[in-house]
């Protein structure tokens, strides 16, 4: 069964629409590794060799950090977005993924925070996983040519609970304070009394979501402006 979300990038405005024929497509996912790679540089050299073989862009995630499938969809739209208007951060698309997951300038710091780990040679078992193209049928090699290679397999992805300790750990590692949570919890149309904690899941997602967004527009609009800077 193909679990892969595959969804068309959207542009971002109609002077964008017009100058390119398309943004292409994204599939996101979660794979589970079915056996451990030792070696990092091994690994990820054999993911710059399938995006050639494939013209597609790979990366993968952490999945810790990730709130849900739509968190990694507007990094990718924001990316898209920069490389089009020449106002990315980093020379490869692969990269810009990470910073504007992240929202971070520094490619360390996103790296990071929502790069795979390899640690000691070991890694973990599951990842998120982005694979992108100029059409639908170069994203559904996907499952095809690209798992068998890197020796994985897709899984059902399953948003993991905003519990407490989980919303303090993404506040922490995001730097996420209590007034941004607030003021999207008054976006959403809630009261100023209204707390995270106490929201169904669903609105709690929605609520952290709505604040990554943010944090990506203002990175991309900072970017945009310094790289375009007004006389």
């Known amino acids: 069964m193909d679990m892969l979300l595959i969804k068309k990038i959207a542009p971002l405005s109609s002077y964008q629409l017009m100058k390119f024929d398309s943004f292409g497509y994204v599939g996101i996912g979660k794979i589970q590794f079915l056996s451990q790679w030792k070696n ?30 739509q968190h990694l969809y507007f990094a990718i739209y924001f990316t898209e977005q920069a490389f089009a208007l020449s106002s990315n951060i980093s020379n490869t698309k692969s990269v810009e993924y990470l910073i504007y997951t992240s929202f971070q300038r520094q490619i360390k710091n996103a790296i990071e925070k929502v790069g795979f780990p390899f640690e000691d040679g070991i890694h973990p ?53 209590d007034f941004e949570i607030k003021n999207a919890l008054l976006c959403l149309g809630y009261s100023s009394e209204d707390k995270i904690t106490d929201q169904k899941e ?16 203002l990175l991309f609009m900072e970017n945009f402006k310094h790289l375009n800077p007004v006389e």
Not at 43 to 69: G, R, V
Not at 140 to 169: C, D, G, M
Request: glycine share 2%; hydrophobic share 40%.
């Open 40 to 69: 990092r540089k091994a690994f990820f050299d054999i993911l710059n060799k399938l995006q050639d073989s494939t013209s597609t862009t790979i990366q993968i995630f952490n999945p810790e950090p990730i709130i849900s499938p």
């Open 125 to 177: 078992e599951y990842a998120n996983i982005i694979i992108t193209g100029d059409s639908k049928e170069k994203v559904s090699q996907f499952s095809t040519v690209v798992l068998p290679t890197i020796k994985a397999r897709i899984v059902e992805y399953v948003t993991p609970n905003l519990t407490n300790s989980r919303i303090q750990y993404l506040q922490s590692l995001f730097q996420i304070h």
């Open 202 to 217: 669903e609105v709690k997602i929605r609520t952290i979501l709505h604040v990554i967004i943010e944090k990506m527009t």
